[in-house]
């Protein structure tokens, strides 16, 4: 009930549980993964600040129970490594820092104790994926407090897993699955295998608000998009489950790389029903590219100035919405839509855009510089990858001083390139040089998959 998000339906399944059972400390664990799972849907601070106070009360019911079980550790350690995800989202990171060395340590001990336990395997191999994508600069910290991260080490405890769950009961193969899949696309830049390893597991699975999310989720970023719109059309009905204004704004975002002309309805939508800090500046930022698609300039600096002043600006896509607010600069519209219709993996539009277009059409370097890298996403994705790659570098050069991510990603992209090629050296170059480039847009998310090549190379 819980992974499928109908919380209503698990919560009164918890609750007579206890009632019957009030020495079953499962049912403490399960009720931690409720709070995390209305916390995690919902995004709402004040949640947040009520339901973390539960968070000692459990560890200290669950420390009191029976240290010869593997569950013992185990369900102290995902206490702890829930609360650090949301700790994480509300910006309490040194909070979240303590709960994840906590975390690590718990589940090193259990996989000594009972090497057999999958669950401690499904945890860690999480943490170690994440560890080992911490950059350079911050991989004193992890390895002062005590911990270690391998990528490949985590993504194979997790495809190790899901092979075992598709022949035997494993009770947490929904959620591995969930995990694997994320880790592909966000560490990986595997989108597509991202998507496949779902369908191949059946996903969306029926009545399951999670499965349908998930999908979704990777299907807009992973250029499955018009799949991913007919999932959202289509997801359970909302009385049943819990509350997740989130799915609006992805609705929004696979209409908008369709040119749909109602995108802007979900964004506000989303907007109206949602509580929290994220997302706010990036809707408001989608709806004002709306309007300026259909001309309305007017409109257009109506809601990118709501960008720049409403909601928080922790996410890169905020950030880079407050960005646009505050450099008073409007983006060329034909630009827009080309880019638009990329995201969405409409790539002949895309590219019927982009052929009305050449360098000299435009006057800014700006623009130059993402008409170069644009073209090259292109050639990049339809296969023509050396004329990709010579547009990535021309691109890398006219925008290594800009504050855009055109020049970062050209260079992430050209290092995918000849990573996919078997060039080591030039892959480790081109990720070293993303590196290199500060206080662009997205900088965190792409040092991140920066930081995930390097450390599949070695």
């Known amino acids: 009930m819980l992974i499928a998000l109908k919380l209503n339906q698990g919560d009164a399944l918890l609750k007579e549980e206890e009632r019957k059972n009030p020495d079953n400390l499962i049912a403490v664990y399960l009720e931690n993964y409720f709070d995390f799972l209305t916390v995690y849907t919902s995004d709402e601070r004040k949640l947040y600040d009520q339901l973390k106070k539960n968070e000692d009360l459990r560890l200290v019911l669950l420390n009191a129970g029976d240290p010869n079980t593997p569950y013992y550790l185990f369900t102290m350690a995902e ?13 309490e990171y040194l909070n979240a820092v303590f709960e994840i060395r906590r975390a690590f340590k718990m589940l090193s001990q259990n996989q000594k104790k009972f090497p057999d336990f999958r669950p401690t395997q499904k945890s860690l191999g999480v943490l170690y994926a994440l560890l080992g994508s911490v950059p350079d600069k911050y991989k004193w910290g992890v390895t002062l407090l005590g911990m270690e991260g391998n990528v490949e080490l985590g993504m194979g405890y997790l495809k190790q897993l899901i092979d075992y769950g598709n022949k035997n009961d494993y009770i947490y193969q929904d959620e591995t699955i969930i995990y694997y899949s994320f880790l592909l696309l966000n560490l990986q830049n595997k989108s597509e295998q991202a998507w496949q390893v779902l369908q191949s597991n059946g996903y969306p699975k029926a009545d399951n608000l999670m499965s349908t ?60 029903a949602y509580q929290g800090e994220n997302h706010i500046k990036s809707s408001f930022q989608k709806i004002a590219w709306c309007y300026l698609l259909k001309g309305d300039t007017t409109n257009y600096l109506n809601f990118i100035e709501k960008a720049g002043h409403k909601g928080g600006a922790t996410l890169d896509a905020d950030k880079q919405a407050k960005k646009e607010a505050d450099d008073h600069r409007i983006p060329n519209p034909k630009l827009l839509r080309a880019r638009l219709l990329f995201d969405g993996g409409e790539y002949t539009k895309a590219t019927a855009e982009m052929n009305l277009l050449n360098e000299n059409t435009f006057n800014s370097e700006d623009d130059k510089t993402e008409y170069l890298y644009r073209m090259g996403r292109i050639y990049d994705e339809t296969g023509k990858t050396d004329s990709a790659l010579l547009l990535y570098s021309k691109a890398i050069d006219k925008g290594k001083d800009l504050p855009r991510y055109f020049a970062a990603n050209s260079a992430i992209e050209s290092a995918k390139i000849y990573e996919a090629k078997g060039d080591k050296e030039k892959a480790r170059f081109y990720y070293n040089l993303c590196l290199s480039f500060p206080n662009h847009e997205y900088k965190n998310g792409l040092d991140q998959k920066a930081k995930a090549g390097l450390n599949r190379l070695e």
């Open 79 to 91: 206490v702890n490594l829930q609360w650090a995800a949301l700790d994480i989202k509300f910006g």
């Open 213 to 272: 999310y998930t999908c979704a989720h990777i299907g807009v970023y992973g250029k499955h998009n018009t799949e991913a719109l007919r999932l959202l059309d289509q997801r359970p009905a909302a009385d049943s489950f819990a509350k997740f204004p989130f799915l609006d704004y992805l609705t929004g975002l696979a209409k908008l790389s369709e040119l749909q002309p109602d995108a802007d309805a979900y964004f506000k939508k989303f907007i109206a």
